[in-house]
């Protein structure tokens, strides 16, 4: 089985950087769509990006234009640099992945293995 190990949350200002990491392990632990996912409290999980092998991109109109999804494929590891975080942005956020060919998706239920999720505050 694979597995997905976030790292790179905590506690950051308004308007400050983070940049999350996700790398994937194990024994099937080629991917070809990995993506990122948050969920605050009382809330469901939202859709913030996605990639696939070949480098397409897609992204929520939330988040475009400030955060970016980028994919080694060496390490197998997929990361989101978020800049001019808000304090909505305040959750905890998932890395997702398919080890199957599928098209780029917002709905989690397409992702078959989830990471442990990775706790993002943006405050003062």
């Known amino acids: 089985q694979a597995q997905l190990v976030e790292s790179g949350g905590g506690l950051v200002q308004p308007g400050g950087s983070l940049r999350l990491s996700c790398a994937a392990s194990?024994?099937?632990?080629?991917?070809?769509?990995m993506g990122w996912f948050r969920q605050a409290p009382g809330k469901q999980r939202e859709f913030l990006a996605v990639?696939?092998?070949?480098?397409?991109?897609k992204y929520s109109d939330s988040v475009k234009g400030r955060f970016t999804i980028s994919w080694d494929s060496a390490t197998n590891s997929v990361y989101l640099q978020m800049n001019s975080l808000k304090s909505e942005n305040t959750a905890v956020y998932y890395c997702?992945?398919?080890?199957?060919?599928?098209?780029?998706?917002?709905?989690?239920?397409?992702?078959?293995?989830w990471g442990q999720g990775t706790q993002v505050t943006v405050s003062l």
């Open positions: 990639i696939n092998s070949g480098g397409t991109t």
């Open positions: 194990g024994s099937i632990a080629r991917m070809f769509v």
């Open positions: 997702a992945a398919r080890n199957t060919l599928v098209n780029l998706s917002p709905i989690p239920s397409t992702y078959n293995y």
